[in-house]
């Protein structure tokens, strides 16, 4: 996954703390699991309505732009996702990942 810098991006001009001024309520997505204080969530890209994902999608903007400086937009590669799978720890979002996947019309038969 890869991101720039680039005026285009939707939390580069905040500071950590900025972005975390901003209420998340993420037991609205499926808590896969709790362990050792952390929680895992998943939400179904396609099937969730965007706008309940702005402050999610900004703060892992912030991770993502703080771990290296990548070839694309952000959001746009968001949009591109099926799955965003990303770990909670004191209500703060310290890791994430998305997940595109392939859909065959005509699965190929397994011999």
Sequence with gaps: ???????????????????????????????????NGYNYYRVDIPNTDISKLTKIIEECEYIENE???????FFDYFKKCNLLTYIVDNNKIIGFQLFSSCCFLNPPKKT
């Design 1 to 35: 996954m890869a991101i720039s810098k680039s005026s285009n991006s939707t939390i580069s001009h905040l500071t950590r703390e900025e972005a975390n001024q901003y209420e998340v309520d993420h037991e609205a997505f499926f808590t896969i699991t709790d362990k």
């Design 67 to 73: 771990s290296w400086n990548a070839g694309q937009n």
